[in-house]
């Protein structure tokens, strides 16, 4: 007989190798072949059958092995939690809550703003800034942010630590603070709500404290055709919530601040112009550049998107090339964005024919030293609320052409060439004067570096502090 051992006499012959199927298994694909829709529900059950097993068993592994000095251990720990989160309701100092989860991410314009800001406001006496990271609970998952978080009397990083040796389990535990995070927020009894990108988020939505927002832009409402659909209408929804709860406003800008106005969304007296500093690469020593690039070149900075006006730019340096026969290379420094079919086809299209270059995002080192070495920044976008790139130029002693906008007109004033950012004709004619008018180019750089000078984190994170506090008094008032 070739019948195997194990099966049963008149069981039909089973493949070398092959176990024998449970009753269980056999019922259920018998059950799929006749109702074949029944297969994912079958499928979803076992999943958390054995979900729900492996919880138990853990369970039982850490009843077993609990000792007894675990209860002494979880008095100790909630004693630490609540005198911890009584502390912070007594501060005396104006207390900030500041959700920093932005830093998590690599840091565009927002993520540098709040990184400087808190950076410069560190050491301060007046005022505790408390961080909210992206969970409040020290969980194994909780990752670095990319920078580290700066450090001083006036910073405090609100983390809830649950240690492995107490009566519940540490995962059970953190999974409940989890849950109940906006409330334990909330329960700091923070003066001050701070909204670095105008929206506050939705685990500081039960904060009482005065909210003071910052509004760096109202690009889906000037440009609502380089955005998504949907994230216009978020933004939409966003910015009228936070309009009607805001005890202050923050813009970046004189030119924000009376499209606030303009759109009927806030008053004046309830807006206060804050600039940005003159950027985070000043202070970094420069690395080698990216590779491949060559001695002479033009920098755009940002990323490459519908509203910089890449297309419009690239049609520049075209044009650029029938005005001089040694036109530096453009090299374009940032990621795509959305929308970006056209644009990435262009981009290919420049760089095969071998006058750009697109090394794509970089380090802090290598852009200060892009920044640095370049003959020209070039800045031609459709709308800024700000333009960062623009003070780092002027910072970097390097002549600036940008789009005559007025964020841009009153960033750069006097020290930077202007042309309208749809006439690719009279930008291509700006950069050809700066690389060829040596006395022109000269005084864009002295004039540069002294309008640089009217931009200082130092005086943003003073006059941001004094925002907090008018705030904090009218609420209180």
């Known amino acids: ?13 089973r493949p070398p190798g092959e176990e024998p199927r449970s009753l269980y298994r056999r019922t259920r694909r018998s059950i799929a072949r006749t109702f074949p829709g029944l297969q994912r529900l079958f499928q979803r059950s076992e999943a958390r059958f054995f979900a729900a097993l492996a919880r138990y068993r853990h369970w039982r592994e850490w009843r077993r092995t609990r000792p007894r000095r675990r209860w002494s251990a979880t008095v100790r720990w909630l004693a630490h939690t609540i005198d911890a989160l009584r502390r912070r309701r007594a501060e005396p100092r104006l207390t900030v809550a500041v959700d920093i989860t932005p830093l998590w991410e690599p840091l565009t314009g927002i993520g540098w703003y ?7 406001l560190a050491d301060s006496d007046e005022v505790r800034i408390r961080l909210y990271g992206p969970s409040v609970v020290a969980t194994a998952e909780r990752t670095a942010p990319v920078v580290d978080l700066p450090r001083g009397p006036a910073i405090e990083e609100v983390v809830y630590e649950v240690p492995e040796n107490l009566v519940l389990p540490a995962g059970f535990l953190m999974r409940w603070l989890q849950r109940a995070e906006r ?5 700091d009894g923070n003066d001050v709500v701070f909204a670095p990108n105008f929206r506050p988020p939705h685990r500081l939505g039960l904060a009482r404290g005065a909210l ?7 690009g889906f ?16 929804a966003s910015i009228d919530e936070t309009m009607l709860r805001a005890v202050r406003l923050i813009t970046v800008s004189s030119a924000v601040r009376d499209e606030l106005a303009e759109y009927g969304y806030a008053s004046p007296d309830r807006v206060r112009v804050v600039h940005h500093g003159a950027g985070q690469l000043e202070a970094l020593p420069e690395e080698t550049p990216p590779p491949g690039l060559p001695a002479r070149y033009g920098l755009h900075v940002g990323t490459l998107e519908p509203r910089k006006n890449i297309g419009r730019l690239l049609e520049t340096w ?12 453009l090299v374009l420094c940032g990621g795509y964005g959305w929308r970006t079919a056209a644009i990435r086809r262009q981009v290919e299209a420049a760089v095969a024919a071998g006058w750009a270059r697109h090394p794509g995002y970089v380090t802090s080192g290598q852009l200060a030293a892009l920044y640095r070495a370049a003959q020209v920044v ?6 800024e609320g700000f333009g960062l790139p623009a003070i780092e130029a002027l910072a970097a002693g390097t002549p600036l052409v940008c ?5 841009l007109r009153e960033v750069a004033a006097g020290a930077a060439l202007y042309a309208p950012a749809d006439r690719p004709d009279l930008l291509a004619e700006r950069v050809h004067q700066v690389l060829t008018d040596g006395g022109e180019r000269q005084r864009l750089i002295d004039a540069g570096r002294a309008r640089r000078a009217a931009f200082s984190w130092p005086e943003s994170a003073r006059r941001t502090l004094a925002v907090w506090r008018e705030a904090a008094a009218k609420t209180s008032g």
Do not use: C
């Open 221 to 236: 409402r000037r440009v609502p055709w380089t955005l998504r659909e949907k994230t216009r209408r978020q933004l939409a």
């Open 378 to 383: 070039v800045f031609p976008s459709l709308y």
């Open 403 to 407: 789009s005559d906008i007025p964020a």
């Open 212 to 218: 003071v927002a910052t509004v760096h832009d109202l």
């Open 1 to 13: 007989m070739n019948q195997h051992p194990e099966q049963p006499r008149g069981a039909r012959p």
């Open 183 to 187: 409330l334990l927020i909330a329960a």
């Open 114 to 120: 709040l990184h400087l800001l808190l950076r410069h």
């Open 318 to 329: 075209d044009r650029l090339g029938d005005l001089m026969a040694d036109r530096p290379i």
